[in-house]
């Protein structure tokens, strides 16, 4: 079956300063089956969110292959890509200014449909209360502005519109992260359910990693524009085999003061190096707690452990 | 013992809507005190007031704000100016925008003192070296803008902490930080917060934050605290029933995926929605015509301190 989203060898390089490119993604391959999730994390500026924007097409890839549901994103003509941007919607992380204030939340809805004209007069009105039900607002709210809904609710309106289309992929770029606990909670609820319910795959790109364990199939761990780590999401919490998988488990604190005072404290020393000049070997060798020389010059290999992939050259 | 940081009976209102209402809260020398609720609650003002760097449109209509006894309120501004940074510091969430990016790190660290950048110079090394930044002869020399946000946190910490003062209010310090710098930047918090036995208000909304870091935790709800105790006993037997729905909609690493996390239904009340019962009624699954009716007073039971008519 063709996978929903197949990344070959992506690289997205930026201009930088003294003629560096900044390398945000650097060599990237990963798939995503149709109906599954993958949660794709890492920390700030390791490339995930222009990962995820070259795959909506919002960034341009300088080269390698994005095929969603087979079909070619990178080098397509604006033809090709419209018609391919039905099949792909997004969710951001701020819904505050994901909509149009002065647009009411029904209109924002309609407007993927109106625009690709799929239904008009009372279809699209029944359309449009149909998909406000599916995440669990009321059809009378359409009439509303999005002024008039909190944070929680505004996310809401958010996915609305972007299932309004069936996208075979949706991609949420922290979907959960300006939300307060108790509405977070709310979304991630809503998120499982639209997964089990309409079967659509996802890329999930997030920093916080139990949100990711709670809501992914499969998870991809992105250090300085290339994937570390990527396995099911029941393996790689239970047995992360890169250290730097290891490490940004360990750094997040658990919910529970018994158990997070009683861990063993990784804390990965030193800062995240710069993406325009990233060291030779692996790219974590400067932060990683069991680099040897090997790994200062030769760049490990994408390679299988288990049930997953891993890039490193002591991982077991 | 006088505690270090003494907040007593404090109201805050703003335009005559009360958004903060007779909260109490004390934090001893050495200890971490988090102050834990959802946006909106009233916990960044209550920081701001112990500051007294409360908005124009914000006034204190009770209470009092005692440090090691001496009370803040009767202070003028002259002298509340003399005790920030001296006895009093505060950290904010975006160390970037703490810092004057005009001036190098070693400037604005050595101002805290009170002294010209030339004879704070060892004292400043020291304090650099103390906060774990790396090469600190180099890096005193330095602009903001040249150092990561991990190390401008650092740096504003050195410049809160180096004059020594009794207490430190640190407002969400690691909420814009990556998790492995998290980690760090709360190590180095709970360490020189104990070495120093400096006095931390803690105010987050993160409870993997209180879990990690703090020894008591007020549990702040519409402007009023719903619930205090030791850490320990707040996670293991949360007693409110918005402590006990706040703690299980967190996901965690230990829980079975896509399982259903507990929502709280509805929304925060506004202030001017706040009825003359219990500010969580709205939302409450224990609800009744009481809880409806009359507030809840704070009363002891077991370590905690509890507004609840039906907590036990």
């Not at chain 1, 750094?251 to 030193?270: C, E, F, H, N, T």
């Not at chain 2, 660290?109 to 650099?128: F, G, T």
Request: net charge neutral.
């Amino acid at each position: 079956m063709t996978p929903a989203l197949a990344i070959r060898d992506l690289h997205v390089h930026f201009p930088g300063r003294k003629r560096l490119a900044v390398r945000a993604v650097d060599g990237v391959s990963f798939e995503i089956a149709a109906g599954e999730t993958l949660g794709l994390v890492g920390e700030s500026g390791c490339g995930k969110s222009s990962l995820s924007n070259a795959v909506v097409g919002l960034v341009a890839a300088t080269s390698g292959s994005i095929e969603i549901q087979g079909q070619q994103v990178v080098g397509a003509n604006r033809a090709a890509l419209r018609h391919m941007r039905a099949n792909v919607q997004m969710v951001f992380q701020d819904p505050a200014t994901s909509l149009n204030p002065r647009m009411t939340i029904g209109a924002a809805i309609a407007e993927p449909l109106l625009v690709r004209g799929l239904a008009t007069g009372a279809a699209l009105r029944l359309r449009v209360e149909a998909l406000l039900e599916e995440v669990g607002l009321r059809p009378e709210h359409a009439g509303r502005m999005p002024h008039q809904f909190s944070g929680g609710q505004r996310q809401r309106v958010v996915i609305a519109r972007a299932l309004a289309l069936r996208p075979a992929l949706l991609v949420c770029d922290e979907p959960v992260s300006a939300l307060d606990v108790s509405v977070r909670a709310q979304i991630l609820n809503l998120l499982v359910d639209l997964q089990s319910r309409l079967k659509m795959a996802t890329l999930f790109v997030s920093h916080d990693l139990s949100v990711v364990r709670h809501v992914c199939d499969q998870v991809a761990v992105m250090y300085l524009g290339r994937l570390v780590e990527r396995a099911p999401a029941a393996e790689l919490f239970a047995t992360p085999r890169h250290p730097y998988t290891r490490a940004l488990l360990a750094s997040v604190p658990d919910p529970d003061p018994i158990v997070q005072r009683a861990k063993s404290r990784v804390p990965l020393s030193g800062e995240i190096p710069n993406p325009a000049n990233p060291p030779p070997g692996c790219r974590f060798h400067t932060r990683c707690p069991i680099a040897a020389d090997l790994c200062r010059t030769a760049e490990p290999a994408w390679r299988r452990v288990g049930g997953g992939d891993v890039a490193c050259h002591f991982a077991t | 013992m006088t505690p270090v940081l003494a907040i007593e009976n404090l109201s805050l209102s703003i335009a005559g809507v009360p958004v903060v209402d007779g909260i109490n809260l004390g934090v001893d020398a050495g200890e971490v005190m988090a102050l834990v609720g959802e946006s909106g609650c009233g916990k960044s003002i209550t920081s701001a007031a112990v500051m007294r760097l409360l908005p124009g449109a914000v006034s204190q209509t009770a209470g009092d704000i005692r440090l090691a006894g001496e009370s803040l309120s009767r202070l003028s501004e002259r002298q509340m100016q003399a005790m920030r940074g001296r006895r009093l510091s505060m950290i904010f969430q975006e160390p970037q925008a703490a810092l004057d990016p005009l001036s190098t790190i070693g400037t604005q660290i050595a101002e805290s003192l009170r002294q010209s950048a030339r004879a704070a110079r060892p004292a400043v090394l020291h304090m650099l070296d103390e906060v774990g930044i790396a090469d600190p002869a180099r890096r005193i020399d330095q602009y903001p803008f040249e150092l990561s946000g991990g190390m401008c946190q650092r740096v504003v910490i050195a410049a809160a902490l180096i004059a020594r003062p009794e207490l430190l209010l640190a407002d969400e310090p690691t909420t814009a930080l990556d998790v492995t710098i998290q980690a760090q930047i709360l190590d180095l918090l709970r360490t020189l917060a104990r070495e120093r036995g400096t006095a931390v208000l803690l105010i987050t909304h993160d409870v993997g934050v209180v879990a990690d870091i703090a020894d008591r935790v007020a549990v702040m709800y519409a402007g009023r605290i719903a619930e205090a105790g030791p850490v320990h006993s707040i996670f293991a037997q949360p007693r409110h029933p918005y402590t006990q729905l706040l703690l299980a909609s967190v996901p965690r690493l230990s829980d079975v995926p896509k399982s259903p996390l507990a929502v709280i239904p509805g929304r925060v009340p506004t202030p001017l929605e706040f009825g003359p019962g219990c500010r969580f009624a709205s939302r409450c699954p224990r609800a009744d015509a009481q809880c409806v009716a009359q507030t809840p007073p704070l009363r002891p039971l077991g370590d905690s301190d509890v507004a609840c008519w039906h907590a036990a």
